[in-house]
């Protein structure tokens, strides 16, 4: 489904992203491991165009993607949700919602409003709600419903569980089991190795922007001196 090879992406002068190579099957969920500032946003936002990258390939459902801007990435079917989530505050759900609409895709799963609210039953029982009134929680739920409206068939989740309480946590990690069996794709930047363990099926460890490790959940649940190294605060 998407696969990205020897990417090398900069801030301005700043070399972030060394030669990141990583890859999502279709219904797989793979994490992207690494503390602060390790590169993981980076590695989103240069997959989705929102950083140019320098060099390497990005490949979506067998298209090169790692040219195109970041509208035509979207509509391709790669669903992106921010760290910062940036939904329309003025906006009630519905509307939140409304924005994000994009057509049918053959072969992926079409999202309404109503199927949404059957994922996020908290989303379900505010819709005329502004989105400035909700909880940091409600917000991310929001976002990531917003983008399951383009119907996408490969979602990127950036820090899904920052700040959010445990049990938010644990709905989050319903939801994203709930999008596997739905057949997509779901990529997670992270750094809680736990939520991890929950619902992914592989994932990566970025450290300096560079790819240290890359395999299933439970070769890094069993690598105790691993995760010392690149994962512990």
Known sequence: MLSVTGLHAYYGRAHILHGVSLEAKAG?????????GAGKSTTMKAIMGLVPPAEGTVSFAGTRIERLPPY?????GLGYVP???RIFTELT????LEVGRQQAR???PTWTEEKLFALFPNLGRMRERPGGRMSGGEQQMLTIARTLMGNPSCVMLDEPSEGLAPIIIEQMAHSILALKREGLSV???EQNLHFCQSVADRAYIIEKGEIRFGGSMAELAANASLR???LSV
């Open 28 to 36: 797989e969920v793979v994490a992207l491991l690494g503390r602060n």
């Open 72 to 76: 035509r990435i979207a509509r391709l």
């Open 83 to 85: 760290e910062e989530r």
């Open 93 to 96: 759900v519905m509307e939140n």
């Open 106 to 108: 053959t072969g992926v």
């Open 187 to 189: 990529i997670l930047s």
């Open 228 to 230: 010392e190294q690149y």
